[in-house]
């Protein structure tokens, strides 16, 4: 682990030595980077003012931001700092070198039951310690999870995160539509139970290559998610498919919570406390050669276009 980084140190644009994009978003991209007085390599996200401005998602990375400076997990990703310039906003992260699952699971197709099984573990972790912090977390997809290059997973977009103060309910409809819950596409208010709804869509789709509900619209998707029983034949592990039918129950006060989860048979080979320490093995290490291998992420062209920013700011307040 690279790690001689100092947290407390504020940074600039002139300590870091670019590479490649490994990502091209909708806010800006995200760039492989040396953090040259350190000698650590890192993750530059790099966001446009203006785009954020001009879209209205201010609040979005603001929150982002604070989700990830506050919270601290094995499972969740280190934001190492932040700094702004006139038109940028620039996250620095841990370089996590075993690119995301989506594009595993397209090289793969389907996960083993054994590899699908400390995936969907650590992910109950990381979501969990989320919700013992008041945070929903909302993003769960294969293209929001991480490895590190021993094989353990992060999470790493915190964009449609949120707090919620005991027992309140958020309205936003936000979220990737195959992973919607049935109470948000019905905007009748959710909270945490949410994101065990969009566990069991994430179990689904590395068992089976594909997830449970799937329309050409969103508005057949949506349909299909509220009114649509799941086709359970590609899930041949009896014990698998039980704890489906517990995480994907349409409405949220019946469905499975963290506690009966862990207790769940699917997970009785793991004991939870050495799950939470990273003490299981992964069943698949990614390849790496060295420390700034970027092989585990797709060549992506930047496309970046830069707007001169002149609105205040302090629309970004100490970041």
């Given at each position: 682990?690279?790690?001689?980084?100092?947290?407390?140190?504020?940074?600039?644009?002139?300590?870091?030595?670019?590479?490649?994009?490994?990502?091209?978003?909708?806010?800006?991209?995200?760039?492989?980077?040396?953090?040259?007085?350190?000698?650590?390599?890192?993750?530059?996200?790099?966001?446009?003012?203006?785009?954020?401005?001009?879209?209205?998602?201010?609040?979005?990375?603001?929150?982002?931001?604070?989700?990830?400076?506050?919270?601290?997990?094995?499972?969740?990703?280190?934001?190492?700092?932040?700094?702004?310039?006139?038109?940028?906003?620039?996250?620095?992260?841990?370089?996590?070198?075993?690119?995301?699952?989506?594009?595993?699971?397209?090289?793969?197709?389907?996960?083993?039951?054994?590899?699908?099984?400390?995936?969907?573990?650590?992910?109950?972790?990381?979501?969990?310690?989320?919700?013992?912090?008041?945070?929903?977390?909302?993003?769960?997809?294969?293209?929001?999870?991480?490895?590190?290059?021993?094989?353990?997973?992060?999470?790493?977009?915190?964009?449609?995160?949120?707090?919620?103060?005991?027992?309140?309910?958020?309205?936003?409809?936000?979220?990737?539509?195959?992973?919607?819950?049935?109470?948000?596409?019905?905007?009748?208010?959710?909270?945490?139970?949410?994101?065990?709804?969009?566990?069991?869509?994430?179990?689904?789709?590395?068992?089976?290559?594909?997830?449970?509900?799937?329309?050409?619209?969103?508005?057949?998707?949506?349909?299909?998610?509220?009114?649509?029983?799941?086709?359970?034949?590609?899930?041949?592990?009896?014990?698998?498919?039980?704890?489906?039918?517990?995480?994907?129950?349409?409405?949220?006060?019946?469905?499975?919570?963290?506690?009966?989860?862990?207790?769940?048979?699917?997970?009785?080979?793991y004991e939870w406390?050495?799950?939470?320490?990273?003490?299981?093995?992964?069943?698949?290490?990614?390849?790496?050669?060295?420390?700034?291998d970027s092989s585990?992420?797709?060549?992506?062209?930047?496309?970046?276009?830069?707007?001169?920013?002149?609105?205040?700011?302090?629309?970004?307040?100490?970041?």
């Amino acid at each position: 682990m690279h790690s001689s980084i100092n947290h407390k140190v504020s940074y600039n644009l002139e300590d870091f030595k670019l590479m490649r994009v490994i990502y091209n978003g909708s806010l800006g991209v995200i760039k492989i980077a040396l953090h040259e007085p350190s000698e650590t390599p890192v993750v530059l996200k790099i966001i446009s003012k203006y785009t954020v401005v001009s879209r209205s998602k201010t609040e979005f990375v603001m929150r982002e931001r604070n989700i990830l400076k506050q919270i601290k997990s094995p499972f969740i990703v280190r934001l190492l700092g932040t700094f702004q310039d006139i038109e940028h906003l620039y996250m620095v992260e841990e370089f996590l070198q075993g690119g995301d699952l989506f594009r595993l699971l397209k090289n793969m197709r389907t996960f083993p039951l054994d590899l699908a099984r400390f995936y969907t573990a650590e992910i109950v972790c990381a979501i969990n310690h989320l919700h013992c912090r008041g945070v929903i977390y909302r993003g769960l997809k294969p293209e929001n999870l991480a490895l590190d290059q021993e094989g353990h997973i992060r999470l790493v977009d915190f964009g449609m995160s949120k707090r919620l103060k005991d027992e309140e309910k958020t309205y936003t409809l936000c979220g990737t539509p195959d992973y919607l819950p049935p109470e948000i596409i019905l905007a009748t208010g959710h909270n945490e139970s949410a994101d065990w709804w969009t566990v069991g869509i994430f179990l689904f789709e590395i068992i089976t290559g594909k997830p449970p509900f799937i329309d050409k619209t969103p508005v057949g998707l949506y349909e299909k998610i509220l009114n649509s029983s799941i086709n359970f034949t590609k899930i041949t592990d009896p014990v698998a498919e039980n704890l489906l039918t517990k995480l994907l129950v349409k409405n949220p006060i019946e469905r499975i919570n963290a506690f009966d989860l862990k207790k769940h048979e699917f997970f009785s080979q793991y004991e939870w406390r050495f799950v939470e320490k990273k003490k299981i093995t992964p069943p698949y290490v990614p390849e790496i050669t060295s420390s700034l291998d970027s092989s585990n992420f797709p060549f992506v062209e930047c496309t970046q276009a830069t707007q001169p920013f002149v609105e205040n700011v302090d629309l970004f307040p100490g970041f």
